[in-house]
């Protein structure tokens, strides 16, 4: 297990970051590919990206989605004594969630699942909770307990206990997620742990910020309270946001080799941790993926592994900068499926997701106090 760490400028020990390692273990498509049932699943449950954006996608109401993609998680734990659990920290929703050991679904046999029962702290709050993400959903109840996230205890925190999980999520690695957006998107107007250690005064700025990296399972972190300047290089581009709801921002638009090949009249776009590539609408995603020599093939963009260094780099023009990302980062490879971008279609007819594919490259910063969102060429 890796546990955070505290990171204190020389100049004042009062200027600390807490920092959560993130780990980058295998997604659930690679476990699939493995046992030779990617392809069933991928028609059993389409991969809709949208749903946790779109108030129309209620549980129970769609066919149950995957982000087959998403590989990031770090550690927390819940009650006393502490339970570790693992979690996608998710800048695409509100709520914190865990699997309990009042879930008889197949996904919550295979995950670590709190018990209130052994957590003295503990307090019930019993109003039932049910979300759906690009993943799937859950359904479940709220509870009261002292949640620990690199170090900081946050007291009281409500989050939800599952009773059902989708199918899917049984092939992702990390146990929970801990949303990170604003709490109006919070289901059962549960306070999300950001702003709680906010108004606890736990953080010394009300900032948090991800780095993604790129080449091994290890290095990634979430930072709270400030930046990590070892992660990024200057200037950081500083974006208003256009709703304080996700970290939404206004897209200009979307350009290879100096041509515009979506968003031409501008777009809205979501910076989300929580969704593992790059999202559009379906015209605009075509569009990209042909401008730079993809074809599609059973609901992927391929590309001949051979040409990723003569393919060209797309540029998304936000707030007058641009934000280049080359081939290499792009591009991923299976050895089972050859190399696809990370150019996905969604479901949505405006919406864009900047997802992890995007953040590998720009170390990203979601500042609550001045609901900006921070842009850095990342190391």
């Known amino acids: 297990m890796k546990w955070a760490f505290v990171l204190c400028a020389m100049v004042a020990l009062s200027e600390c970051l807490v920092q959560i390692p993130l780990e980058k273990g295998k997604t659930a498509r690679e476990l699939l590919e493995e046992k030779g049932l990617w392809e069933e699943y991928r028609l059993k449950y389409p991969y809709n990206p949208i749903a946790k954006y779109d108030a129309r996608f209620a549980v129970g109401e769609q066919p149950m989605t995957n982000d087959a993609d998403l590989a990031y998680y770090g550690v927390i734990s819940i009650g006393t004594p502490p339970q570790s659990f693992r979690v996608i920290f998710d800048t695409g929703s509100s709520n914190l969630w865990v699997p309990s050991v009042y879930c008889a679904s197949p996904a919550c046999y295979n995950h670590d699942r709190f018990n209130p029962g052994t957590s003295s702290t503990y307090k019930n709050n019993g109003s039932p909770l049910s ?28 989050f939800g206990l599952s009773q059902t999980e989708a199918t899917f999520m049984q092939y992702m690695e990390a146990d929970g997620i801990l949303g990170l957006a604003y709490p109006r998107l919070s289901a059962s107007g549960a306070t999300p742990v950001f702003d709680n250690m906010m108004t606890e005064g736990l953080v010394n700025q009300n900032i948090f910020s991800v780095y993604l990296s790129s080449d091994t399972a290890q290095g990634s972190v979430v930072t709270f309270g400030g930046m990590d300047p070892n992660h990024y290089v200057d200037p950081i581009a500083w974006i208003p946001l256009s709703n304080e709801l996700y970290w939404q921002i206004t897209l200009d638009s979307v350009t290879v080799n100096g041509q515009v090949v979506a968003c031409s009249d501008g777009c809205q776009a979501i910076v989300d941790t929580g969704t593992s590539l790059i999202i559009g609408p379906v015209g605009s995603i075509s569009s990209i993926n042909g401008a730079v020599g993809a074809q599609s093939q059973n609901g992927d963009a391929v590309v001949h592994c051979s040409q990723i260094a003569n393919m060209p780099a797309v540029t998304f023009h936000i707030h007058g900068q641009e934000f280049t990302i080359p081939a290499s980062a792009y591009v991923s490879q299976s050895q089972y499926y050859g190399c696809r971008t990370g150019f996905g279609s969604g479901g949505g007819d405006t919406l864009w997701i900047l997802g992890d594919v995007f953040i590998r490259q720009y170390y990203s910063i979601f500042n609550r106090a001045k609901n900006m969102v921070g842009l850095a060429k990342a190391k």
């Open 131 to 158: 979300i759906q993400y690009g993943t799937g959903s859950m359904t479940g109840f709220l509870g009261y307990d002292t949640v620990t996230v690199g170090g900081l205890a946050v007291k009281n925190q409500i």
